[in-house]
């Protein structure tokens, strides 16, 4: 089986209403991605996801598009769709960084490799350690009593744990936690995501003040560039603290975790490059101790899919103490697939069939389509496709 010719195709689904999210990266209300299909002369299509965002990665769809077409594409056309360890690293020698454009390819390479066999990435991966896996609903930075409704929507939908946005206004931050925790109980974990928002003064404050809600962990609580201040907010603190911009490689999970900076990393693939890279990071966070949670960009149904096989696959992510963030599809106008994934309402669980285990709905696709001249770059058409 050879690849005959790679699409990537930007599209553009906003989120539902009363479900966009707010972060001191910005708001999120519409998800400008690309979906990437790899064709083979077998017949066989393999599907990803790329879940690009300029201020989380510096890609957009437009880059994306670029970079499969013009770097990707043609070191990967001819070669054997299943060699997933040698394609990749025909990808690495031609591109640096560009995670979530990688990690899209990579996905549809997985995806190939599980139709081919006749079974799913999780049983490639080595088969699942868990049935199920807990999720948590993301309440963004927004009004207290527009939090506090989009709890209760939550909570009374039967979800089991919450994740609170924080990192705008210190009192604010701490406000809306307060009222999530007296709408949720005392029996509903609840973490907060600062996103890189606080100061190091404002994150030792504030970590002290939400000690009387049970934060299960604080997120990112402060930006990326120095990680002794990471392991000194840790040892000043006995809310976990967990790395979500601070981990994109493993290389960048090594550091943390020699800095003894973190108690867990979260991790996916979008964010880390790939499944594969996805592996390596949790590997070795697991040689240091420290476990692993499934973080997210807010994926459709293609990226949710790959997440989920990881999810039940490796026993680091552990979904049943830290729940993960397998939700994306829960938050948009559409998934972009013909059969839904099967996500809470308190957890989630891997599909059943070959390869990631997903069709894609080519209704939506075209609905969806981004014909804008931004995706388009230059040309007439709203994809771009390479044949070797």
Request: with cysteine; proline share 7%; glycine share 10%.
């Amino acid at each position: 089986m050879k690849i005959t010719r790679i699409e990537a195709i930007p599209i553009n689904v906003p989120l539902k209403p009363g479900m966009t999210t707010k972060t001191s990266h910005g708001e999120h209300a519409t998800s400008p991605y690309v979906i990437v299909q790899v064709h083979t002369d077998a017949g066989l299509t393999g599907l990803g996801e790329a879940t690009v965002a300029p201020r989380w990665s510096g890609e957009t769809s437009q880059s994306c598009v670029a970079v499969i077409h013009g770097l990707i594409a043609p070191v990967l056309t001819g070669e054997d769709p299943t060699r997933v360890n040698h394609l990749r690293r025909q990808i690495e020698g031609v591109v640096r960084l560009n995670p979530f454009t990688k990690a899209a390819v990579e996905m549809a390479l997985w995806d190939l490799a599980g139709k081919t066999a006749g079974i799913p990435v999780y049983q490639l991966l080595g088969g699942k350690v868990r049935e199920e896996m807990p999720i948590r609903m993301v309440i963004g930075s927004i009004d207290i009593p527009q939090a506090v409704e989009l709890a209760r929507k939550f909570l009374d939908n039967g979800v089991k744990c919450l994740k609170v946005k924080v990192g705008l206004d210190p009192d604010q931050d701490f406000e809306r936690v307060r009222a999530i925790r007296e709408l949720a109980g005392t029996d509903i974990p609840i973490s907060v995501d600062a996103n890189c928002g606080w100061t190091v003064p404002q994150a030792r404050q504030m970590l002290q003040r939400l000690r009387e809600f049970n934060i299960l962990f604080a997120e990112q609580p402060i930006p990326t560039a120095d990680r002794s201040e990471l392991a000194a907010l840790r040892r000043h603190t006995d809310i976990p603290i967990m790395a979500d911009e601070s981990a994109f490689t493993c290389g960048d999970v090594w550091h943390l975790t020699a800095e003894r900076a973190v108690d867990i990393i979260s991790v996916y693939p979008g964010k880390n490059g790939g499944l594969l890279a996805t592996v390596e990071a949790v590997h070795v966070a697991k040689a240091a101790g420290i476990p692993c949670a499934m973080g997210s960009n807010l994926e459709l149904g293609i990226g949710t899919s790959a997440m989920l096989h990881l999810g039940a696959a490796l026993p680091t992510i552990t979904s049943e103490r830290f729940p993960g963030d397998f939700i994306g599809p829960l938050y948009h106008e559409a998934d972009m697939l013909r059969t839904p994934l099967i996500l809470g309402p308190s957890a989630a669980r891997v599909p059943e069939g070959p390869g990631l285990g997903v069709e894609l709905d080519e209704q939506q696709l075209e609905q969806y389509r981004d014909h804008s001249s931004v995706a388009r770059g230059t040309g007439s058409v709203s994809s771009i496709t390479f044949e070797g």
